[in-house]
């Protein structure tokens, strides 16, 4: 489709595993947004790739958190050594540029740690 | 700082009454673009309608219509004669311009009632 899409949609991991979350943006979109969605709340902005340049890393709520674009594509979001209060909806967005322009939602990896 | 403020966390209305969801934003920026989104219980959030700070016209589209009012820093949306399948959490959504980051608010969680 020509949509964002993740992998996976759902994922069940146990308290101090490491966790991989794939985002792929839609063709052509230069932006590239990471978010969280807790149980009612809502987004909290994680991270942010614009083209080749530097990521804005100001929404990682720690270090165990952390993300990766390639060839300026494809975005995969790992969380180290998981807890509980890491289980959420994981939401990725790309937009055709920075701020101005809309972002497009994928339909999200919802994460539970037992 | 930026914020977004929607008062209102869940709305019920009867099938075909009119109703607004109400979103207050702050920011000292003089360019900014305000934003709706639509997220349905299927999860993924759409995109419905961008505002630029400079336009204070409303607009309608269908059965959705937008006011925006800088005088009261607010962004109001009205859904006419609504409908079931207009149940959904709306989130309304700041950025700068040249900025990076999306703010966005709590959401309002609409049910209409058949």
């Known amino acids: 489709g020509a949509g964002v899409s993740q992998s996976p949609s759902n994922k069940v991991t146990e308290k101090g595993k490491d966790v991989e979350l794939r985002c792929d943006p839609i063709s052509g979109h230069t932006a590239l947004y990471w978010y969280r969605q807790s149980l009612g709340q809502g987004l909290e902005f994680l991270i942010y790739?614009?083209?080749?340049?530097?990521?804005?890393k100001s929404g990682l709520p720690s270090d165990r958190f952390s993300a990766e674009r390639t060839g300026g594509s494809v975005s995969t979001l790992t969380i180290q050594r998981t807890q509980q209060e890491d289980s959420a909806v994981y939401l990725c967005?790309?937009?055709?540029?920075?701020?101005?322009?809309?972002?497009?939602f994928g339909p999200g990896t919802r994460l539970t740690v037992t | 700082a930026q914020k977004v403020t929607q008062a209102q966390t869940e709305i019920s209305v009867v099938e075909k009454e009119d109703v607004t969801l109400d979103c207050v934003y702050e920011?000292?920026?003089?360019?900014?673009?305000l934003f709706w989104y639509k997220q349905p219980p299927s999860g993924e959030l759409v995109f419905l309608i961008r505002r630029n700070s400079f336009d204070e016209q409303n607009e309608i589209s269908g059965r959705y219509s937008w006011n925006f009012q800088k005088s009261t820093s607010s962004f109001n949306f009205t859904i006419t004669a609504s409908q079931v399948v207009d149940s959904a959490v709306y989130f309304c959504?700041?950025?700068?311009?040249?900025?990076?980051?999306?703010?966005f608010g709590t959401g309002t969680s609409l049910t209409v009632i058949p």
């Open positions: 959504a700041l950025s700068l311009w040249g900025g990076n980051q999306f703010y």
């Open positions: 920011t000292r920026d003089t360019t900014y673009y």
């Open positions: 790739f614009q083209g080749n340049s530097a990521p804005d």
């Open positions: 967005a790309s937009s055709l540029g920075q701020g101005v322009t809309e972002q497009y």
